[in-house]
């Protein structure tokens, strides 16, 4: 706990602007309350032993000054250039190593470096750099595609973590072919005269082929692939069990009307729902969740497994489960029909939403039917041949208590922010051929209002058990991030206050619903906030505006679902909670955050990668896009179908002087007064492809700034002087 106090009292002091401040203060911006303070303070005083934080004059706190030699992460540039990033925090930002000063290091490194010049800038101070010594070595093991060149072999690396080839004297040893997607170990690094030397440790097959991509996101992310022998015979064990485990302690609820509702290509259905009324009429949701727990015994192989995976990664054609397939697919995965095993959360609401009761159980279902999406929005629309009479009766009152509960929850500021998610379209043989927009019918939001209401009451009742456990946490943004975005709102057209509230943000994204500037106000909201983490930590979760929070409907993807499942297994059983004392729920939600935005990374780097291989072969098409990104070299749009960022430079923007207003977050024409902000729409055509960098440079299809009246007049004469020669 004291360590999660700590990171956030550094990410306050650094968010503060770097204005000292005292420690009362500090604690009232920091919401913390008089129960978490003793510890609060115990993390205060150790930042300030092991100097991290500094006590100045009149008791005022401020992290300590950039100064002297440093020790921190190296990031390279492909422009040559790179930055440190402090290992300690400091009272200002990352370190800039100019492409002279950066000696060999390469992305990833431990390196010291040494403060070497200081000036002010536009009221900032900036920092420049030299590293003296490379303390540690990043990762030297890379996915690449192998090529011939006519001075040898050469690894072309992925990716933008090392961009420089890797020359190979052998590829016999493993049969590499050109073009071919390889794994390469670095044995010599780069120099200033030579390249970097390696040798091939695996084939993964042909560059560009589907299965190879595939596989090069896996080992270059590093996930899990086979689960041990160990894993499989528990699992088999468990499904064997499952056969004659008895229902006595539990509720048999197999005769009522419960349904699932997922993807049409889902096959772990790990949440089903009932709705009925009372005999007040009031309307009683029962949210029923595969008991993973009862399969996976803390401390098991299983266990270990999953914990270790924390999470299932879906990737476009594949999925990496975090249990095994008996269980993800088949025993724990409530398929209608069968009888399965679940934590059933009931929450009793009013005619206004109002939650009146909550009640928990052990139960045993029988789904009545697996509907998807589409079939469910079908059916309200009054499509009814794919439905039962009852689920479709059951349908509609879910419809009607979603859109009460997301009425209440929306008075009470929660956020909803649009960005579709892109689907891939493969062909038989795994290329991609086309993309469209997911779709979202208001069944997706009824089930998402559901899993909301129901992960909400678990964490209620843990928090009125006075329990720790892994919460998922979406901290309050920080005053400097809301003033940033209330200045790069009003470039856009909008207007926000200067600190904006919950409230004040819902009437933002409310306003541009429609509009071209839809994504980007909605990107721009996005990377204002910070992101969702597992931690003990109580803060609540912002975006939902939720004061207590935890994961519970997904056991079977994610593991801090399941750790909230033996606590309530605990409750149901004993009517306690037995802690896992040997358990650091710090630890625990650290590394699962980091599996989490690790399978979230590799989805989405596979599918820019399949999507590049598609417009590779499109040179010359032009996208609808919309200005996400401006920058001193350019701007960078999104394309909507796709969903993928592009670059068009600055000189491609026209013939024009454009200069970049980092203050005003806009670049203007100063000859023709042409001015760009995120949001614009643009039509913009390919003009070439890096699939190995991951770069898509494009170009405007139509002029962003007109030629001089003057000009086209001429150039008509010109044109009829010619005709009359000829």
Known sequence: ?????????????????????????????????????????????????????????????????????????????????????????????????????????????????????????????????????????????????????????????????????????????????????????????????????????????????????????????????????????????????????????????????????????????????????????????????????????????????????GNSVYLPGRVLPMLPEILSNGICSLQPGQKRFVKSAYITYNKDGTVLQRRFANSVISSTQRLTYLQAASALKGHKKEVEPQVLELLKDMETLSRTIEMRRNKDGMLHLNLPEVELVLDAAGRVIDARVAETSYPHTIIEMFMVEANEAVASLLDRLNVPFLRRIHPDPDAMAMKELAIVIRSVGCSLPRLPDRWDIQALLASVAGRDSELAVNLTVLRSLEKARYSPQNIGHYALASRHYCHFTSPIRRYADLLVHRLLDSYLRNGKVEEDRLLDLVEAGTHISFTEERAEDAEEELKTVLILQMLSKKIGDVLDCVITGLTNFGIFVRCKKFGIEGLIVTADLGPDEWKYNQKHHCITGLRSGVVLTLGRAVKAKIISVNVAARQLTLSPAEPLVKPPERHIKKTQKSHKKRRRRY
């Open 1 to 309: 706990m004291i360590e999660e106090f700590k990171k956030r009292i550094i990410k306050k002091l650094k968010a503060a602007g770097y204005k000292p401040t005292k420690l009362a203060k500090l604690a009232k911006e920091m919401e913390i309350s008089s129960q978490d303070y003793p510890v609060f303070k115990a993390a205060f005083d150790e930042l300030v032993s092991s100097s991290r934080v500094i006590l100045g004059h009149g008791n005022l706190i401020e992290l300590r000054p950039l100064s002297g030699q440093i020790v921190g992460t190296f990031r390279s540039h492909p422009r040559g250039f790179g930055f440190v990033l402090p290992l300690e925090p400091n009272l200002h930002k990352d370190l800039f190593i100019p492409p002279d000063e950066t000696a060999d290091a390469l992305t990833g490194d431990i390196v010291a470096a040494k403060v070497i010049t200081k000036e002010k800038r536009g009221g900032k101070t900036l920092y420049r750099g030299k590293i003296l010594e490379i303390l540690q070595r990043g990762d030297s093991r890379f996915v690449g595609t192998l090529r011939q060149t006519k001075t040898g072999w050469l690894v072309e690396p992925d990716g933008k973590n090392f961009t420089e080839p890797i020359s190979i004297d052998d590829i016999t040893a493993k049969g590499a072919a050109d073009k071919d997607k390889v794994v390469v170990e670095m044995v010599t690094r780069p120099t200033d005269k030579h390249l970097a030397r390696g040798v091939i440790l695996e084939v993964l097959g042909r560059a560009g082929a589907f299965e190879a991509e595939i596989n090069s996101i896996i080992y270059q992310y590093k996930l899990p692939l086979q689960f041990g022998e160990d894993c499989i015979e528990q699992a088999r064990q468990a499904a064997d069990a499952f056969e004659n485990a008895g229902v006595e302690e539990r509720e048999d609820i197999t005769g009522k009307t419960i349904i699932t509702i997922d993807p049409p290509d889902a096959k772990d259905f790990d949440d089903a729902i009932s709705l009925e009324k009372d005999k007040d009429g009031n309307s009683v949701l029962g949210v029923h969740i595969a008991d993973v727990s009862f399969f996976a015994a803390p401390g098991s192989p299983l266990d270990n497994e999953a914990r270790q995976r």
